[in-house]
């Protein structure tokens, strides 16, 4: 098959790669994705650096199978703990989301206060500080873990009584710091943006990794002559080690589109 | 050792089996206890009936070799998944926590209308209802799955705005029924009481499945004269299978105590 016609892959450890998809249908209508979401062994967050590596290799190894051109990881925990060994042992382009947003952050500040929200996993692993911080040293981040924000999603509960006051528990410190700039540093929060807006008011840009990340992608398919230019609709398929219902429902709420076809495979099994 | 002296173990899957460790303490203050936290697997919610036999047999292992005179299963998702394998293999009384939960709500109700909340995996087993049912075939049981409820009691976020609203929302359809008894089918529910009280008002009478589980390893206990009856404080030691700091941080709220000792094993290896 020609390169360009190969597709992209997303790897996810579940449902929240969906945000960056989406990004990537709207801005590269034309390219095919295959996404996997690891819902078998969801979340990642509370592992080991050692077996979230494993999983990671897993499940991109997977992907390679699939004849993939590039790969997304669009999972913040993975991002923040195993991309460099990624990209050095996968022979295709593979981004993270953590870079993408760190230098949307740092373009999008004024007065250098920029705030990150994500998972404790995220959180506490000061991926976002340091990749913020080696692009601009002047600028000050301030962080707060939001655990709540991920069972709210998958909830459904976006902008409801409950949204809000958990929104502005978890935001009304970052907001006393004074930050102009806020990054949504897990793949599940885009979903919340009317509510956050509302706790933090018209003044405070909120960087979506998903959209940043969608816009990198397209930047590597440009620069490596990777982006597909024959003419037809493109192919998404998507792929779980578990649970496709429960994937399906929440997972449609994420998309806006139907999920199908879906598959259920076994990393372990499948990348032997 | 005389078997008197031995410890309850006591098994879950997470920090959510402490309420039941607490109620044991309290309604048992001379027992010696060991209790295993499967931390580094759980949530077991989502996961297959297989996996989660398998883990279990793995912790309950782990128990025997700590010589323990009776084991709870302070778990919901294990008692509605595995509990009868669990007592036909293991050669000492084993309990769970939906029978006594069942057992009391069907005791309290008096207009025959009881409500049981869960998490998904709980509440789509159908075990509470079953159980309830096989008491007292003219009861009617409804049921409600409250996922956001673990994530609010592991954010120590008992009795604010978020865990009212979202009380609300979920017992809504419940109170509608005109229930007059609530199974908190879930260990972390009983540290809710007090919103759940708020939403249900004083009429609902609210089923505490740790008290209940607790007066039942009482009975069991004299019934086969097992309690302990030698003089000296009880010894207490505690076992996860990952994040202790984590355990100790979110645990200490249910167990309002000391978690110490605290060590890390492995309960693949242990079982060995």
Redesign the interface.
Known sequence: MEVREKPIGIFDSGVGGLTVAKEIMRLLPDENIVYFGD??R?PYG???KETITRFAFEGVRFLMKQDVKMIVIACNTVSATCLEELQREIPVPVIGVIEPGARAAVKATENGLIGVIGTERTVNSGAYIRAIESLNGGVKVFSKAC??F???V??G?LD???AY??AR?YLEPLKKEGIDTLVLGCTHYPLLKPTLKKVMGDKVFLVDSALETAREVEKILCEKSLKRTKEGDPTYRFFVS??PD?FIKVGERFLKRPIDPISVIDPEIETL
Chains 1, 2 share one sequence.
């Open positions: 819902t078998a969801v509370s592992k080991s655990p709540l991920v069972p709210l998958e909830e509960w409801n009584e409950v006051f958990a528990i578990d649970n429960k």
